[in-house]
């Protein structure tokens, strides 16, 4: 039985604020919440790099909206830790039952939303039931084997066609927001939740203001407001930063700690992350579809230059990083081995290569240009065709036609994608597929687990495509702020602890 | 006069017709489009074509252009297929920031390159009309994205003076802040552009000075300056007036980078983000307002050309 009161869920929060602290690059202690006397009107600002294009959280697709709306603007009957653990939050407390088959949660009372309406459990059952059965919603479909949806009084009551192990997590997502029934709040500009912050303002190009909810129904923010300004060039970032115009910048390039940490305003820290620098194969078509060719590929990069090149984040060997289920050291499947490669292409008849990678113009030119060189010693031409997001979408994603493309997956447990022959990884081994549905099927966590790791050996050792490194996060954050997550922060960054200094 | 500027009139508005098709049809050769960006990487091709459908992206194309060509008869530019928001608002909002930008700049660089450039016309030939020449040259071809970071480097990072990137969220209700917010990145386009100014300035003065009614004023008592600033410069000002036509492009142009570089929430930093959300019916609404106010420069400065050129209005 899962079964987990909120008590647990403070000591783990504890428990990942120790973590936190152990993960700092800095190695002088940074100043925690007790240590700095927090000033209650401050105003907090965040430099994030990706706007979100509009702000609908149940129709656009973008870890950009995810980042910053989820846990601060909308919330769900659970919620998830940077750490990845499941607490409670719209609900006190939650069960499974032992078949996997029912989910039964307590609703709290006295939650408003923020146009002062109270949340009520018809609410749950009409969000819950709109996004299982309005399929052009994102996640519609992690929501499609809830059978029934119901509510008795603050008890709501899931029931299951068949036990999925990714519910619970799933919920913590844009599957299980609550939103308020009827309301007709213009969703792709404005937002209506029940977290911690409202949506004070989104100028277009700009920034995006959150201001404290003075209703909340936990521990209200102990700033007046957060301000995400939205800048994707580095260098101005860092400029800004040491001008004093940003209390902490996101998605850091770890190449300037040294820069941003000189006059001691600044301390960068590496955060873990589900961040996976993906290097897909085109398996449909030739030379490719050899599995020789794929590995010789893999052996023939140098994860270690590539990590030591990007001064952050670690080597990742297979489909699962470190933070999610399912994670076990790969790195004997394809080590790196430029002679090994050589011979294999050999042996596959496959000398004097030309390959072309496509990937999104927004990641850089450090990978690629890593990649052309490792890839020219083994004898394969690699030309690097850098497109804007949109026509990487149109051309690797929706029609599959590519080569090579690199693609930093943000999402946490996405392993789905693996056993999805339709996606564009154009992966589609049965065994795989299999052991994926026994583990969503699985009804206790260690069972589930065990499972993806499993498959994701199958898949590491198939060659589906290789995994470059393992992100970190990288957050630079002022000595004035304390509470702010570094683990994680480009898929969820939850504002609702940060305290910024009086002084 | 009124004859020729109807002529040009319709000139102006033949161009536009002309631009909105070229406008809809180049942004159409782009890859990938909005339903997709909407959709993601864990949609399914059911959910893809939804989303089109009501985006209205499965309808043929040349209904769309219609729709879009009636739509701006009517005075409406369009709306956002993101959000929602008309088109005609958002670049009201962004043209706060634009607009001064652009005048603050083509004013920098009109106090650059009037002195400097009869200054160096004047001193041809000695060695500080020779250093100011250079110095023109060498600036021009200075990139705005360097010149824009040494500027943030000293004002703001070592100085302390101004701002660094950013805009004050409460616009022009902190007129100082904004202000601020404007120098740098007006003096980064202002200077460059200045230093090409300067060039015609310089060799439009040198023109004038050659000109027979310059040396005949010269004869008649008045010394060279004199002749030159009283008879020489409303002839120069005609064809700086031109070249000023043509600038506006350019401090169009250079925005577009400076307000990438300092994080300014103009025109130019929407339009690349739009273009990279393709957010098709935004862009569209939004380069025809550019090359709108592009032509109408145009038109203006040919009609002031009329005005203030004697020879011009006679010809007719």
Known sequence: MLRRPTLAAAALLAAGALLLSGCTGNPEPEPTATEITPDPNASVDIRLVLEPGNLDIRETAGAALDQILIDNIYQGLVARTPEQDIVPSLASDYEVSPDGLTYTFTLREGVLFHDGEELTPDDVVWSLEQVRDTETFRDSARLAKVDSITADGQTITLTLSEPDSTLLWNLTGRAGLILEEGDKTDRKTDANGTGPFTLESWKQGDSITFARNEDYWGDKPQVAEVVFSYLPDNQAALTGALAGEFDALTGFDANLTEQIEANGDFAVSLGASTDKGTLAFNSTKAPLDDPRVRQAIRQAIDKESIVTALGAGQTQYGPIPELDPGYEDLSDVAPYDPEAARALLAEAGAENLSLTLTLYSGYGTTVSQILVSNLNDVGITLKVDAVEFPTWLNDVYINQDYDLSFVLHTEARDFENWANPDYYFTYDNPEVQRLYAESVAATDEATAADLLAQAARIVSEDHAADWLYNGASVVAVSTDIAGLPTVNVNERLSVAEVVKSAE | ?316
């Open chain 2, 1 to 316: 006069m009124i004859r020729y500027a109807l002529t040009r009139l319709a000139l102006l508005l033949l161009g536009l017709f002309v631009a909105s098709a070229l406008i809809f049809l180049t942004l159409r050769v782009l890859p990938g489009d909005v339903a997709q960006l909407i959709a993601g990487v864990n949609a399914t091709p059911e959910q893809l074509a939804a989303i089109r459908e009501r985006l209205g992206l499965d309808q043929p194309l040349l209904a769309q252009y219609a729709a879009w060509l009636g739509g701006i008869m009517t005075g409406d530019l369009g709306s956002s297929q993101l959000t929602g928001t008309p088109v005609i608002d958002e670049l009201l909002q962004k043209a706060e920031v634009t607009i001064p930008l652009g005048l603050m700049a083509l004013t920098i660089a009109l106090l650059v390159a009037l002195p400097f450039g009869v200054l160096s016309a004047v001193r041809r030939g000695r060695p500080d009309g020779t250093a100011l020449s250079v110095g023109a040259q060498t600036l021009a071809a200075v990139p705005v994205v360097w010149a824009g970071m040494m500027l943030v480097i000293v004002f703001a990072v070592w100085l302390g003076w101004l701002p660094a990137q950013g805009f004050p969220r409460d616009g022009w209700d902190e007129p100082g802040a904004a202000l601020r917010a404007l120098l740098l990145p007006a003096i980064t386009i202002g200077v460059i552009e200045g230093a090409m100014l300067m060039r015609f300035v310089r060799s439009a003065t040198l023109q004038a000075v050659g000109q027979d009614y310059v040396r005949t004023a010269a004869a008649k008592g008045l010394t060279r300056t004199q002749a030159l600033l009283r008879h020489g410069l409303p002839n120069v000002g005609l064809s700086i007036i031109t070249v000023l036509g043509l600038q506006v492009a350019g401090i169009i142009v250079g925005a577009v980078v400076i307000e990438q570089l300092f994080g300014l929430p103009g025109i130019g930093r929407m339009l690349v983000e739009d273009v990279g959300n393709r957010d098709l019916p935004k862009v569209q609404g939004e380069l025809l307002a550019l090359t709108g106010f592009v032509l109408i420069v145009g038109f203006v400065v040919d009609l002031a050309h009329r005005v203030m050129d004697p020879r011009q209005r006679e010809a007719e």
